[in-house]
Nanobody, 126 residues
Framework: QVQLVESGGGLVQAGGSLRLSCAAS????????MGWFRQAPGKEREVVAA????????KYGDSVKGRFTISRDTAKNTVYLQMNSLKPEDTAVYYC???????????????????WGQGTQVTVSS
């Protein structure tokens, strides 16, 4: 069992930055790929970024490439999402998730992730 707790959300102006954190507890966190997803009101949950268990490979959703960076600190059982050049359309609840199946590249579909956090709200004002 893995428990995930997100933090770092808030209100920021367009063009600003935020860093989200996801603290994991439970066994074998270091063996899992991790992903960040987001869901805006009235929209489906979508992938933002994902990272392999080793941190060596990352993938990003098209809308955030070049602006967001995912990373992980296995010693701290934490995964991060650095968000720069934020836009109003980035407003959403952001979730971190754990994928217990090991692949060469991180997976990008919501149904492929087994554990989810409760989410943290990010609001970007124009």
């Amino acid at each position: 069992q893995v428990q995930l707790v997100e933090s770092g959300g808030g209100l920021v102006q367009a063009g600003g930055s935020l860093r989200l954190s996801c603290a994991a507890s439970g066994r074998t966190f270091s063996n899992y790929a991790m992903g960040w997803f987001r869901q805006a009101p009235g929209k489906e949950r979508e992938v933002v970024a994902a990272i392999t268990w080793s941190g060596g490979r990352t993938k990003y959703g098209d809308s955030v490439k070049g602006r967001f960076t995912i990373s992980r600190d296995t010693a701290k059982n934490t995964v991060y999402l650095q968000m720069n050049s934020l836009k109003p359309e980035d407003t959403a609840v952001y979730y971190c998730a754990a994928d217990t199946v090991v692949y060469v590249w991180p997976r990008m579909e919501t149904y492929e992730y087994d554990y989810w956090g409760q989410g943290t709200q990010v609001t970007v004002s124009s």
